[in-house]
């Protein structure tokens, strides 16, 4: 047995990542070109590197098939459903930033908090003889949180992509997507409601509480929280 390490694949999140075990000690070598995803951990023994989709992570850690895994906790919260029973959040790693909020179109001058969506969802309602959209990926966070502020005249659709254009597409009234610098609302004439943050993400070094782990394993694992101080 070994303690496995899932880290992201690609991208900005893995490269913080690397850097973040780095700067503790704990290194990340790549195999060589034509291998990808292969890859090892030195400065801890008996570690195995798992590099994995930032989305399979939260999946991995919850079927305990990795013990550790770098990723965002919007993920973790999304995903898992009583993800509190299957993974240990762990420590925040201070990158990945990304704010989970509600948006509407910028033109929607008295729309400004959740109350004025509700107000406004009951008479998009009754003008169009329809519910509301709100177009989103995070089907689970965002009904909780809609739910517990009482607006409930609206119907999620699905995106996966994109997901700020479905307003100017016509295919969203309103949003409920991540953001980081609110650029990207802006280009497409959305703003987020005052109380509308459901969520400050960023990524983390979860922990899974159902992967196996033996007595060799709880040392490596020991070992390796103590080096990056975790």
């Known amino acids: 047995m070994s303690v496995k390490l899932g880290l992201p694949s690609k991208g900005r999140l893995q490269e913080a990542s690397v850097e973040w075990l780095a700067a503790r000690g704990v290194n990340v070598e790549r195999a060589d070109e034509g291998r990808e995803y292969a890859g090892r951990i030195t400065g801890v023994e008996g570690v195995e590197l798992q590099l994995l989709s930032a989305a399979e992570i939260p999946l991995e850690l919850a079927a305990g098939r990795i013990h550790l895994g770098v990723t965002g906790e919007d993920l973790i919260r999304e995903t898992i459903p009583g993800w509190e029973a299957k993974v240990d959040l762990g420590p925040a790693l201070g990158f990945g930033h990304a704010d989970l909020i509600v948006a509407v179109p910028a033109i929607w001058v008295d729309v400004e908090t959740l109350h004025d969506l509700d107000a406004a969802a009951a008479q998009f309602r009754r003008r169009h003889g329809r519910r509301l959209r709100i177009a989103t990926k995070y089907h689970s966070l965002a009904r909780s949180f809609l739910t517990a502020r009482g607006v409930a005249d609206y119907r ?74 975790a």
């Not at 295919?171 to 004439?189: F, M, V, W, Y």
């Not at 020991?222 to 080096?227: I, K, P």
């Open 156 to 229: 999620l659709v699905d995106s996966q992509g994109a997901t700020e254009a479905t307003a100017l597409n016509l295919t969203a009234e309103a949003i409920i997507d991540i953001t980081s610098s609110g650029e990207t609302l802006r280009a497409n004439h959305l703003k987020p409601l005052a109380d509308g943050l459901i969520l400050a993400s960023e990524a983390r070094l979860c922990r899974s509480l159902t992967a196996p782990t033996d007595a060799a394993d709880a040392a490596v694992l020991a070992a390796l929280r103590s080096r990056i101080g």
